[in-house]
């Protein structure tokens, strides 16, 4: 069976995506620390507080709004992905590269090897590039035993093995 691509216009956040962020992100109503040398995150790994400034320790948030703070924060997502993502993409692969870039930004994503392929035709290629993020301030997550960062590595492997399943 061929894989469905339409062009990024057609395409919008699904509910998959927002309850895959839920899952991989975690919920906590008290700003923390989720990776050692890491900024403060609450919510669903939000960085930033709805006024815009960073999330300080000691800072809350509740469920209802956490949500709707990053069905807004993926929203904003999508517009700058589609300025750079020229290539029909499956819902499944669109919805990778816009939890790729809640977790990095609409910057890195642009400028990854993952949009570059893609826009060049190579999937598998675009698929192989969620691999290249495996690092927290210089350590490899990768690492065989590491308690550091695993969880790191662990949704770079999700995303590259959820996008080689797409293409099949």
């Not at 895959?20 to 008290?30: H, P």
């Not at 400034?53 to 956490?66: H, N, R």
């Not at 990768?142 to 293409?167: H, M």
């Amino acid at each position: 069976m061929a894989i469905e691509r339409r062009h990024v216009a057609a395409l919008s956040v699904s509910a998959v995506l927002l309850v895959s962020l839920a899952v991989q992100e975690g919920y906590t109503d008290k700003a923390v620390i989720p990776v050692k040398g890491d900024v403060p995150t609450y919510g669903f790994g939000m960085t930033h507080r709805a006024d815009g400034t960073p999330v300080q320790m000691g800072d809350k948030t509740t469920p209802v709004e956490a949500l709707q703070r990053s069905l807004s924060h993926v929203q904003k997502d999508e517009v700058g992905m589609k300025r750079c993502v020229t290539a029909p993409l499956s819902q499944v692969e669109y919805d990778i590269m816009l939890d790729f870039s809640y977790q990095y930004g609409v910057r890195r994503l642009c400028n990854s090897t993952m949009v570059k392929k893609a826009n060049a035709g190579d999937y598998a290629g675009s698929c192989k590039g969620y691999l290249e993020y495996r690092f927290v301030k210089g350590y490899d997550c990768s690492t065989p035993g590491n308690k550091q960062c695993f969880g790191v590595w662990a949704r770079s492997l999700d995303r590259y093995n959820d996008c080689i399943e797409a293409q099949q």
